[in-house]
Antibody, heavy 118, light 110 residues
């Protein structure tokens, strides 16, 4: 059974860097893409970006200048960093595995609430 | 990239069928058959219920079905059950190689 477990700091001040890590179990990193998705309070979801099993990345154009997603194949972990956060970055952040077809998300982490407040 | 448009809420009585629409553009829903749907109960992570417009993952009830026409995708839930009360989100791959989600729909079982 595939499991994704994520962690990271939940309270940040404006201008700090958000850092989250997601460990995956019961699945290999190879042949899959991995995404980060966020959901602001009371709003819909927003795709943040993805990393392919060979390390290539694609980001949401609205966040591209501030986000970096990386993959540690030795630890079966995917990480995300978002710099210069503001209150608008307050959200629940999820890591997710793409399905074998590639264009959907078939397994999700439990979510991490990140609050940005001075 | 603007969010896909979904109705804010839909309701139905047990046993009835409901349909949730998801409207995009010719650059996302209209361009690919890569629409997916997710069910999310309060405080939990989303769960995939439909992928590639109309395919159900193993373990998902046959009562969930998906379709697409032009720039609009739809999710139908037949034989509505109390446990179907949740938020539903659509998602589409885009011509820019990114993903866009819908605004979300809250389903209430009366």
């Amino acid at each position: 059974q595939v499991q994704l477990q994520q962690w990271g700091a939940g309270l940040l001040k404006p201008s700090e860097t958000l850092s989250l890590t997601c460990a995956f179990y019961g699945t290999s990193f190879s042949d899959y893409n991995w995404s980060w998705i966020r959901q602001s309070p009371g709003k819909g979801q927003e795709w943040v970006g993805e990393i392919h099993d060979r390390g290539g990345t694609k980001y949401n154009p609205s966040l591209k200048s501030r986000v970096t997603i990386s993959l540690d194949t030795s630890k079966n972990q995917v990480s995300m960093k978002l710099t210069s956060v503001t209150a608008a970055d307050t959200a629940v952040y999820y890591c997710a595995r793409h399905g074998e077809g590639g264009w959907y998300f078939d397994s999700w982490g439990q979510g991490t609430l990140v609050t940005v407040s001075s | 990239q603007s969010a896909l448009t979904q109705p804010a809420s839909v309701s139905g009585s047990p046993g009835q069928s409901i349909t949730i629409s998801c409207t995009g553009t010719s650059s996302d829903i209209g361009a690919f058959d890569y629409v997916s749907w997710y069910q999310q109960h309060p405080g939990t992570a989303p769960q995939l219920i439909i992928y590639d417009v109309s395919n159900r993952p193993s373990g998902v009830s046959y009562r969930f079905s998906g379709s697409k026409s032009g720039n609009t995708a739809s999710l139908t839930v037949s034989g509505l059950q109390p446990g179907d009360g949740a938020d539903y989100h659509c998602c589409s791959y885009t011509s820019g190689g990114t993903y866009v989600f819908g605004t979300g729909t809250k389903v209430t079982v009366l």
